[in-house]
């Protein structure tokens, strides 16, 4: 019987990805429930926590006393997205491929990948209001409030009712510019579109806390977490 190879410090066994997807997932939970277009609803979301300019929160933090690098997660990254990429080299312009290829960045927290991927998607599929929304959102992760309200409001100019651009731009208006009557507007305007909306209680419990801070002028820091 052959004898098994030894494996180099660089590679990393089925078990190790599998447990950083794992990780992950959690710092998913912990980032915020800002929503990706194509995503369904969390099931019992938590307020965002993330002010503009601030990077996202690293694993370490999330799941417990395990530490996974930047490295890391951007190896984990390319290792999920390897079978999409292979199929890019042959169809590089095709825009379903693209969009599946920042979904990966995004998840693993890959944010810059994620907007290019996403953009490329865009420039052969404009219309595509759920890539839009990612990559709306992904700027948003990168620190980039202005750019990703700008997209946000491309795609509700087209959907105006659409409700994952609708939650995340009020998101994005109330923690990254303390815009409180356009973030309240959004979020009233999702419920009055969909009343049975899945989130509706988590939706009313943000409007509740972002009319907290109500007397704050747009582009004013609150004294304390908008949470």
């Not at 951007?74 to 292979?86: F, G, N, W």
């Not at 994005?172 to 309240?184: L, P, S, T, Y």
Request: hydrophobic share 40%; charged share 20%; with cysteine.
């Amino acid at each position: 019987m052959p004898e098994k190879t030894q494996k180099t410090s660089t590679e990393w066994s089925q078990a190790q990805v599998y447990g950083l997807a794992l990780i992950c997932l959690v710092v998913g939970v912990a980032v915020g429930y800002l929503l990706r277009g194509s995503s369904p609803l969390p099931a019992s979301p938590a307020p965002v926590a993330r002010q503009a300019g601030q990077a996202p929160p690293s694993a370490g933090g999330a799941a417990g006393n395990a530490q996974v690098t930047p490295e890391q997660l951007k190896h984990m990254a390319d290792k999920q997205a390897e079978p999409v990429l292979a199929q890019l080299a042959a169809t590089p312009n095709d825009p379903a491929l693209l969009a599946q290829a920042g979904n990966i960045y995004f998840d693993t927290q890959q944010f810059k990948d994620a907007v290019n991927y996403y953009n490329r998607a865009l420039q052969r599929d404009p219309n595509n209001s759920n890539v839009r929304t990612d990559m709306a959102t992904a700027y948003w992760y990168l620190g980039d409030p202005d750019r990703a309200i700008a997209e946000f409001d491309r795609v509700l100019k087209k959907e105006p009712n659409k409700p994952n651009a609708l939650f995340n731009r009020g998101i994005v208006r109330w923690q990254g510019k303390m815009d409180i009557k356009g973030a309240v507007a959004d979020w009233e305007a999702l419920l009055k579109a969909d009343p049975q909306y899945p989130q509706r209680s988590a939706v009313e419990q943000l409007i509740a806390q972002a009319k907290q801070h109500a007397n704050i002028k747009p582009g004013e820091k609150a004294s304390k977490p908008a949470m």
